[in-house]
């Protein structure tokens, strides 16, 4: 499923920069997809997620600092 974006370049952006397709998303993704495997129900399996966590930790600084957070209110749980 293509996810929708932004009809137009954001604000600042020119409509022909050459990662304009980029620019319009609304959501990012990042994921690491593993097998089901045994692991999944040991111990170890913790120690795995936060260091995959841990790996993610630039790309979010980044992005906390570059794009900042969202200005949608937060949805009632």
């Known amino acids: 499923m293509i ?3 932004l009809k137009r370049a954001p604000r600042g952006y020119r409509p022909d920069h050459p990662r304009i397709e980029h620019l319009k998303r609304k959501h990012v993704t990042l994921f690491c ?4 495997e045994p692991w999944l129900h040991e111990p170890a399996c913790t120690l795995r997620v936060h260091a995959q966590l841990d790996a993610a930790r630039p790309l979010v600084t ?16």
């Open 62 to 77: 980044w992005l906390t600092e570059q794009v900042g957070p969202s200005t949608l209110p937060r949805a009632r749980r």
């Open 33 to 36: 997809r593993h097998p089901l």
């Open 3 to 5: 996810e929708p974006e």
